[in-house]
């Protein structure tokens, strides 16, 4: 993913969301209706982060992404899901063919009104931003392992324990994270191929434009990428104010309500390019980015498309954080 400029919404983003004394007190008067939400297991979600970098690094044409991307089907299989799979073949930014999938697992799937969940499951292929080998492959703990970890984990739930009223679908994109080459600077030699337009988040692009089910749509979508560091915060992202600021509120809310303030912090940052851009662009559905946001970095952290990005940055805590704050959102929508 990289970075992207939503200037229009920062502008007038403190405006909208100083709403009235007046009315804050009637939305607090409200009484929160009583749910019983299932308890996500931070060490589960570990387990399955580490599932996966065990596999090796998941770079797209490669005996680990063919292996990781198995696992993935049999577990939300095993987890009772309807599972369906897109093959395609995608061509990326340095001219190579690479076979792609995006993993579907659906939910209650009679349900119109529908809560979809994302993260990309895909290694980007070299470390272009690592301090030494910048075309070594690296684990990807954090980046694309994370959030499949945190959505195995809530598929392994829902599964478990009573179910949400609603529809849940749980979309691993595939070729997020083959964009260019910021070691070297060059652009790509070769014209974009038709139906796409921009070299990174191949896999949302694609299932933007042919969904897996005829005329689908969700009420609304949350994209989780890089949500597992230790320290972590998540700030709310340009994009996501601009797309869906009313999902923004509901997550950041929901994170304030289960005491989460440290890791999902009220502050607006600039907009990125990830899926969920497209999952809005193209799909028209309303979908927000928890992102990790490094003060004094950035989007991403240090650790980002470098050898840094290992198990030793991962924390159950944070991944705690997340995973209980989205069951909340899910199991609290009617």
């Given amino acids: 993913m990289r970075l992207k400029q939503f200037t229009f919404w920062l502008t007038i983003a403190g405006a909208f969301y100083g709403c009235s004394s007046n009315q ?61 799979v897109q093959d395609f073949e995608a061509i990326t930014w340095d001219n190579q063919k690479v076979p792609l999938k995006n993993i579907i697992a659906s939910y209650n799937p009679k ?20 301090e030494v080998k910048k075309n070594a492959p690296f ?38 994270d083959w964009g260019k080459d910021s070691s070297t600077g060059q652009e ?16 949302s692009q694609y299932w933007a434009k042919h969904k897996h089910q005829k005329n689908y749509s969700a009420y609304f979508g949350i994209l989780l990428d890089m949500v597992g560091s230790k320290h972590a915060q998540f700030l709310r992202e340009g994009g996501s104010l601009e797309y869906a600021p009313t999902v923004v509120e509901k997550v950041w809310n929901t994170a ?42 950035g989007f991403f952290g240090d650790y980002h498309h470098s050898q840094k990005d290992n198990l030793s940055i991962i924390s159950k805590e944070t991944l705690g954080a997340v995973g209980n704050t989205l069951l909340n959102v899910v199991y609290y929508e009617q």
């Fill in 24 to 84: 804050k007190k009637q939305e607090q008067q409200v009484p929160m209706r009583s749910v019983v939400v299932p308890k996500f297991n931070s060490d589960s979600a570990y387990f399955f982060v580490e599932k996966q970098v065990k596999f090796g690094p998941r770079v797209p044409g490669t005996k680990s992404h063919t292996q990781a991307a198995d696992y993935f089907i049999s577990s939300f299989k095993k987890y009772g899901a309807d599972v369906v």
């Fill in 111 to 130: 349900a119109q009104k529908r809560i979809l969940l994302a993260a990309h499951w895909d290694t980007r292929p070299f470390a272009d931003k690592d």
């Fill in 139 to 176: 684990d990807g703990a954090n980046d694309g392992a994370s959030g499949v970890g945190v959505l195995l984990e809530i598929a392994r739930v829902m599964n478990a324990a009573n179910k949400p009223d609603v529809g849940v679908d749980l979309i691993l994109f595939d070729g997020e």
């Fill in 188 to 203: 790509s030699k070769i014209q974009m191929p038709e139906g796409f337009e921009d070299w990174w988040c191949l896999g």
């Fill in 256 to 297: 304030t309500r289960l005491g989460y303030t440290d890791y999902f912090v009220k502050t607006n940052v600039e907009g990125i390019t990830d899926d969920h851009v497209y999952v809005n662009e193209m799909a028209k559905i309303p979908m927000i980015d928890i992102v990790h946001y490094q003060i004094g970095i």
